[in-house]
Nanobody, 114 residues
């Protein structure tokens, strides 16, 4: 089994920054894709950013430039969020994809006040 543990969410004023961290444990293979998705109240879960074990990144629409995803080994991923806006509010979920199977963390709340 795979377990994901997120940290770093919280309350921040518009224009501020937060850094999310996620560590995966369990049956982790060196080739995988880790990333972040978010879900705002009343909306569907959407892509924030993903990064392959080789370092290739993909960002959700309009997020690149404010958000930066990174990883430092096969089982840890980070999301640096700058210039936060109230519309960035939501639950942020860490994910890992291993050989076609997707796993999710419990989510961490990010609230941006105006």
């Amino acid at each position: 089994q795979v377990r994901l543990e997120e940290s770093g969410g919280g309350l921040v004023q518009a224009g501020g920054s937060l850094r999310l961290s996620c560590a995966a444990s369990g049956s982790i293979f060196s080739v995988n894709v880790m990333g972040w998705y978010r879900q705002a109240p009343g909306k569907q879960r959407e892509l924030v950013a993903v990064i392959t074990s080789g370092g290739l990144t993909t960002y959700g629409d309009s997020l690149k430039g404010r958000f930066t995803i990174s990883r430092d080994n096969v089982n840890a991923v980070y999301l640096q969020m700058n210039s936060l806006k109230p519309e960035d509010t939501g639950v942020y979920y860490c994910s890992i994809s291993i050989k076609g199977s997707n796993y999710w963390g419990q989510g961490t709340q990010v609230t941006v006040s105006s």
